[in-house]
């Protein structure tokens, strides 16, 4: 079956510093990823989503690249800012199931710190 | 943007009681779902419905949950009767195609005491 991989629970970070927050998944059929971000007390948003034609999806300064070889979609910035704390959480879809039923990772705390 | 709403945010419930939660979807969007979020753990997909119908369910679903969506009204999840297990975090997504972006709710916090 499905499932998704987020080996770090909390990242901390200062400021400045560039951000890597790590995702690899299992897929029976081929694979949709996406990255949400959550705010304390918010909903779920989506941050960014995997092309079928390898285009890097940026949004807000995040970028992520599907590798289809290792099976990641990596979550990188080069420079964190404090509002980019939060929970984030790399989720897997995928055509063959045909349902739109996503599956999530457990989910990265990052905290930036000034 | 278009916002998905939750009601209510939090919900205290005694054990074999009925309750149902609420979702206000995405206005032209067409599918939608339940995840389930344990404390501590990661959101897990409960149901999915479009077109006044489930179409696909994890073992999560158990036979006392059920899934509505009256006249284009709230999609609601009830559970009847609840059990100490079932408290949890219960967002709600809706989204326009199968594999197009979720819209999620802020989650109804559900504590079964």
């Known amino acids: 079956g499905d499932s998704v991989t987020q080996t770090e629970g909390l990242v901390t970070l200062t400021e400045g510093l560039p951000v890597m927050l790590n995702c690899t998944y299992q897929s029976t059929y081929s694979p949709f990823l996406f990255w949400y971000v959550q705010h304390l007390n918010e909903a779920p948003k989506l941050l960014l989503k995997?092309?079928?034609?390898?285009k890097r999806p940026e949004h807000q300064g995040f970028h992520a690249t599907l590798h289809k070889s290792s099976s990641s979609f990596h979550l990188q910035k080069s420079s964190a800012q404090l509002s980019d704390s939060a929970l984030y959480y790399c989720?897997?879809?995928?055509?063959?199931?045909?349902?739109?039923?996503?599956?999530f990772g457990h989910g990265t705390i990052l905290r930036v710190h000034p | 943007g278009p916002k998905v709403l939750q009601i209510p945010s939090h919900q205290i419930i005694d054990m074999g009681q009925m309750v149902t939660l609420n979702c206000d979807p995405v206005?032209?969007?067409?599918?939608f779902y339940w995840y389930k979020q344990i404390l501590g753990q990661q959101m897990e997909f409960l149901v999915n419905f479009y077109n006044g119908k489930v179409m696909e369910k994890s073992k999560l679903f158990k036979d006392q949950f059920s899934v509505e969506r009256p006249d284009g009204s709230y999609f609601t999840l009830k559970i009847q009767p609840t059990a100490l297990e079932d408290s949890a975090v219960y967002f709600c997504a809706s989204s326009l195609e199968q594999n197009s972006d979720y819209t999620f709710g802020s989650g109804t916090r559900l504590l079964v005491i």
């Open positions: 206005s032209n969007h067409l599918y």
């Open positions: 989720a897997l879809g995928n055509t063959g199931a045909n349902t739109g039923k996503l599956t």
């Open positions: 995997s092309f079928t034609d390898n």
